[in-house]
């Protein structure tokens, strides 16, 4: 049978991999697609990389325009990344009638709307596995293995270099600061964390975990975000005493107000399975109303990993395109004429638990202070923790975890604790999240 | 668009939950899958119970033969089980140009080639996510979210039953006598549980997985199994105080000299994660050579955890019953001009670690023996414990951990080791495997 021919755009680390693979597993990929998947060109601006890369039958060209415009490309794999150019070719490609296969998250995550309709107008498939938890299938699972569940909530690690960076800061006693050099040291971090540590990286990935989960259309503008840089060490220590950890969540919900979207550090019981993914590794925790709840777990980001997820999708846009356009997998794994617009609930009205440490004045009448204002607000106490004070100190740490509450509720009285003069400096508040109701 | 028409054979547990997730789940299923799916007509023994279940739109038959031939019917589900005739009718609805879903592992296993065959000439799809793992989407992402991958091996815990009494035995101190009889009384095992805890359901299983990993035939006659019914509770004990859990694993491993298809209790380092996968709870550990490590996790059996994966193939085979029949997926992962015939090592052959425990006379040099047996035979210790003795006994338990071996070198020494004067009874062996390297 005919060679599908792929035209490769960027051959950074994903690139790279995806090459070493496709070269690698060649039989064995071609064994399970039933025909070649051929690199047949390359384009990136480092032509002398991309020459050593490619093989005597591979095109090699500084221009992607060139790749995307060119009559013999069956699938155009876009790693360039970014929201600007990326876009102009995968627009291009698509208009060419080419199917994509993308690992650009930020893309999708902001203009994943305009490129399906795109795609869906000119009969043509995206694929983007690679785009989220890199080499675990999860849009897979969520897209077709789950198909017949209503989805209830998903909880995810989905961004490797902070789960580093906590698990550091929980195993040494490291400081936020020193977590983050040591993972910029092993690679792990680059240069400027701000996408990895402040939850943005986790929050585009969220939002397409959002909409093929819940079917609606992919609305990153609306997505709660709230990264780690902040998380002190003591709080991860009185976690841990509590029996709990702290992750960084990629949280989404469906409630009957609407569709919860929220990325934040969060306590999570330690005997969970998913409290125990350490390091840079990823894990999708989804529950589903007929399956319950299933996890997925493995590398979420590397050249490798990601060039696993990236290569099946070029087995699956193969094993497909002969089906007809409206028997495909759809985009967003509801058919277009079927999404809907639930709304997306903001932050203030999400319901969930809190872990409350409050630095107060060792004097009598403290707690009974503190607890009157929360009972008021209707927020009741779940557990304490009230810590001596140290050699010298006036001041002693309390830690409340509270039962569901709504976050209007327990940020209108923590404004009144904080006033209270027995309180000194700002209360930290972490949500938490049991992760096994509905 | 037309709907599809379903025909189900058999309402037993999971043809009930089928039932159920299809009726409650309809409209986002239709959402999904672009077409309804109507169980059109339902065949089982119990007309009684199958009409009760049944809409006014279902035909309701005792005679199953009559769904596998009727017209209208596009997708028979096969869900009787065994092996005799679920076998029929399956071959004939094939015959009769109709897709089939199914769940019955135990078939595939065993008649699994012939019946691929029979769908491979006749151009129609046999889907049967369910065979394995219940609700977890794992024959899926093994035949398409991982076919970048040269699959290294896979550990995998593949039955409930076994994992909860293992669990209760851990967690309660039980015997397995009783974790059993709990597990019968709270309906986790059958009257009759041979097939749970002699590892022959986690073998017919383990069959499927290594087929479409290493794109091998259905080998069932070649997997050793052993089950969990002889585990003593000290030795859960001890394996616990050396860092490590007893689970039942199915393990199937591509080696130079073959394939390992192997189903036994198996100690792991207690701090991996599936070593925390608890009660009936499924999960499967799979290597790659391009992704790593990625694990699946959820509900192995159960009503509607098994019918998801059930309804998921029934939307699968809706999607790609347009795709031209060389591009569907491969049954098997892999094309079926494509299979190998790589041999599967007989166990003798297979290399692990092992745990050993040893009743000794408390005497000076019965260490000395044993390790010099051990070490004649290029077997290396990599842990031991000796327990003091109890108060008034004269032997001593010695437990030893060893390095990687061929089992046909451990079985000789063990031989050798029993025959010492200084220890008393048989050698416990229980393999072990670290599950970190390749």
Redesign the interface.
Known sequence: ?KPVNVGLLGIGTVGG?TFT??R??QE???????RAIVLKMIADKDLKKARKLAGKNTIVTADAMEVVNHPDIDIVVELIGGTTVAKQFILKAIKNGKHVVTANKALLAIHGNEIFAAAHKHGVMVAF?AAVA????II??LR???????VEWIAGIINGTSNYILSEMRNTGASFAEALRQAQALGYAEADPTFDIEGIDAAHKLTILAAISF?IPMQFDKVYTEGISKLAREDIRYAEELGYRIKLLGITKRTPKGIELRVHPTLIPARR?IA??EGVMNAVLVK????????????GA?A??T??????DL??V???????R?????HL???PD?LTNTPILPMSEVQTSYYLRLRAFDKPGVLADITRILADSGISIDAMLQKEPSEGEEQVDIIMLTHETVEKHINAAIRKIEKLSTISGKVVRIRLEELNRN
Do not use: C, W
Request: charged share 20%.
């Open positions: 049978m991999g693979v496709l690698r597993n064995e990929i071609t064994r399970r697609a039933g596995e890199g080499g675990i299938p897979k699972a077709e293995g789950l198909t017949a569940n209503r079917g399975l125990n993914v589903g109303d007929a399956v319950g709840a299933t996890m997925y777990y493995g590398a590397g490798e990993p060039a696993s997820a990236v290569v099946a087995v699956d193969t094993r497909m395109h002969t089906a007809d409206k028997h495909r997998v759809p794994a509801f058919q079927a």
